[in-house]
């Protein structure tokens, strides 16, 4: 079935599907920016992902491969992440990475306004905070009393899942059993909200 547009030219499903992704992405790239602007300079650890994403993933501080110029979650940590999302369920590829601390010396507020900005122009179903210091940010951002690892919450409509440290679980056989349980939590068959 075609659809008509205002010029008398009609579009198909598919071409009417297209034209508003790019426009809900062109509004969430500028939303991106904005937040950017939030952690200005050249040491910024950049995003990556897919800005239409249904799943959110937050590191905290950078880790090596951040610290040496990569994207958010580009160093070993970003493949074992990939490789869990998959075995979720999730599409890693249309995930969306960033750092809740993308340079030192950013303070809390610039931080929360950043991570919220993000958040908000993405507009998830599940959102993963990997470590301690996401969960921190985040919950200063969502304004949540506390987050926890091991205790999912709802806030906003979303799922948020926090774990007991992702990076530091890849060395640890026993943190990996721990953190894999509460990455299960973040299944996309999970509840929506």
């Given at each position: 079935m075609a659809m008509v547009r205002g010029s008398?030219?009609?579009?198909?499903?598919?071409?009417?599907?297209?034209?508003?992704?790019?426009?809900?992405?062109?509004?969430?790239?500028a939303e991106l920016a904005a937040a950017?602007?939030?952690?200005?300079?050249?040491?910024t650890v950049r995003w990556s992902g897919d800005p239409l994403a249904s799943v959110v993933v937050?590191?905290?501080?950078?880790?090596?491969?951040?610290?040496?110029g990569g994207p958010?979650?580009?160093g070993a940590d970003g493949e074992a992440l990939h490789k869990a999302l998959e075995a979720?369920?999730?599409?890693?590829?249309?995930?969306f990475m960033t750092l809740s601390s993308p340079i030192s010396g950013l303070d809390d507020g610039a931080r929360a306004?950043?991570?919220?900005?993000?958040?908000?122009?993405?507009?998830?179903?599940?959102?993963i905070a990997l470590d301690a210091v996401a969960a921190d940010d985040l919950?200063?951002?969502?304004?949540?009393?506390?987050?926890?690892?091991g205790s999912p919450v709802v806030s906003d409509g979303r799922r948020i899942v926090v774990l007991s440290g992702f990076e530091a679980s890849l060395g640890d056989e026993r943190l990996k059993r721990t953190v894999w349980r509460e990455?299960?939590?973040?299944?996309?068959?999970?509840?929506v909200f």
């Open positions: 008398g030219v009609s579009e198909s499903f598919e071409e009417r599907s297209v034209r508003l992704r790019a426009s809900y992405e062109a509004k969430a790239r950017d602007a939030l952690a200005p300079g050249a040491d937050v590191k905290g501080s950078p880790g090596p491969a951040e610290a040496c958010a979650l580009s979720l369920g999730w599409d890693p590829p249309l995930a306004a950043r991570l919220r900005l993000q958040v908000e122009a993405i507009d998830p179903r599940v959102v919950a200063r951002a969502f304004e949540i009393p506390s987050l926890k690892a990455l299960k939590a973040a299944a996309p068959d999970g509840p």
